[in-house]
């Protein structure tokens, strides 16, 4: 029971992946989409901090030119950084894009938003067919 406990990150990882996933394949709101994506990014960024901390290990710091032979490797905090800018910049982006759309369109839901475009789109074909 303690091994399936220990790895309580790991199904907190996959539980969320699959929300997120869920909601960005199944849902027609874009915004819930958005929230979808970041959901799913969640996921992925506790993946990596947690494959990145080591039981017993130290911050990699050498003093007085001793070292522990056990420590976390920083690399994964630091990529994680990253990516979380990157994620917050497509959020917003992807943001942007739907208050676009819904200007367009009229609305933020992903089957009326398409048709909406594929009825303008026949118009304007109907239109220049008959110049």
């Given at each position: 029971m303690?091994?399936i406990?220990?790895?309580?990150?790991y199904?907190?990882?996959?539980?969320?992946?699959?929300?997120?996933?869920?909601?960005?394949?199944?849902?027609?709101?874009?915004?819930k989409?958005?929230?979808?994506?970041?959901?799913?990014?969640?996921a992925?960024?506790?993946?990596f901090?947690?494959?990145?901390?080591?039981d017993?290990?130290?911050a990699?710091?050498i003093?007085?030119?001793n070292w522990?032979?056990?420590?976390?490797?920083?690399l994964?905090?630091?990529?994680?950084?990253t990516a979380i800018v990157?994620?917050?910049?497509?959020l917003?982006l992807?943001?942007?894009?739907?208050?676009?759309?819904?200007?367009?369109?009229?609305?933020?839901?992903?089957i009326?938003a398409?048709?909406?475009?594929?009825a303008?789109?026949?118009q304007?074909?109907?239109?220049?067919?008959k110049?």
């Amino acid at each position: 029971m303690s091994e399936i406990l220990g790895l309580f990150n790991y199904w907190v990882f996959v539980l969320l992946m699959v929300i997120g996933f869920y909601a960005v394949i199944a849902k027609p709101n874009l915004i819930k989409k958005l929230l979808g994506l970041s959901i799913f990014q969640a996921a992925v960024f506790l993946l990596f901090i947690s494959m990145g901390k080591v039981d017993g290990g130290t911050a990699p710091i050498i003093q007085n030119g001793n070292w522990d032979a056990v420590f976390s490797n920083p690399l994964p905090q630091v990529l994680i950084l990253t990516a979380i800018v990157v994620g917050i910049s497509t959020l917003a982006l992807g943001l942007a894009i739907v208050v676009r759309i819904k200007e367009a369109y009229g609305t933020i839901e992903e089957i009326d938003a398409i048709a909406s475009g594929e009825a303008t789109q026949l118009q304007q074909d109907s239109g220049e067919s008959k110049q």
